[in-house]
DNA sequence: TTGTTTACTTAAGAATCTTATGTATATTTA
DNA sequence: TAAATATACATAAGATTCTTAAGTAAACAA
């Protein structure tokens, strides 16, 4: 029998929609060879236990960036147990890039809309 | 006829899913009375044309505002056609002040994913 | 041995958005 | 003045991204 406890504290945001591929490249990346369940723990760790990557929305992204051709994937028995290893390819580092700046644009269109006075840069 | 071009630099970022609800609390908030049009043209102009707010996805998001309460609507005539002015209610004061600070913890986790080196703060 | 953690997969449904279409009046432009 | 554009709202169909849920399977802890 499980029993599910909602977590204090942990994100039901819909603000993170849409930010799931910029996070995986940026880690995957930065950290180089990376698995699936480790990306969602790098994630949790990262955020304090705050955001947690589900399952369900994390393998068919990375299935999906795999056939976009931004990242490969190399499986690995590791304990008896096969893991996905996901690299960045060159198309990939082009995304990050852009999938960064997309970021920044966004986080200063906000500051210009939920601060105006601040956004004379 | 009509002929339509894409404006170059227009953000076509899946970024802002989730984003719409906070932005008209905060801009309603601000500016008191708002209507639906208003709303895209002051988004338009903040953003220096940068985000442009899709009536198809406004006037379901303001209407479903109303109906939890978080915003009241009046028609008036203006220049012989129907403007419908949306304002906030104190529960949509509540919601803001939610929204804003789910905005906040958004953009530290990003931080914190994106630039963990400046995040020990 | 029962439950939890690790590790991946995928289908069904929800939430939010874009695209497209429709209505209608006012204003600008050719 | 006719055509096009801007103002102003509404909503249905489809796309995208996510959550929930169910499944498989092995390692490990109680």
């Not at 819909?14 to 930010?19: D, E, K, M, T």
């Given at each position: 029998m499980y029993i599910y406890i909602r977590i204090l504290g942990m994100s039901t945001s819909?603000?993170?929609?849409?930010?799931l591929t910029t996070i995986i490249l940026k880690l995957v990346e930065e950290n180089g060879e990376m698995y699936g369940y480790e990306i969602t723990q790098r994630v949790k760790e990262l955020t304090q236990g705050d955001l947690e990557i589900k399952e369900g929305a994390l393998y068919p992204s990375l299935h999906k960036m795999e056939a976009a051709g931004h990242l490969t994937v190399t499986a690995k028995k590791v304990d008896n147990r096969i893991r996905k290893y996901y690299d960045i390819t060159p198309a990939g580092k082009e995304e990050t890039v852009n999938r960064l700046a997309e970021l920044d644009e966004f986080l200063a269109n906000m500051q210009r809309i939920i601060n105006p006075k601040l956004s004379f840069e």
């Open positions: 819909q603000l993170y929609r849409g930010s």
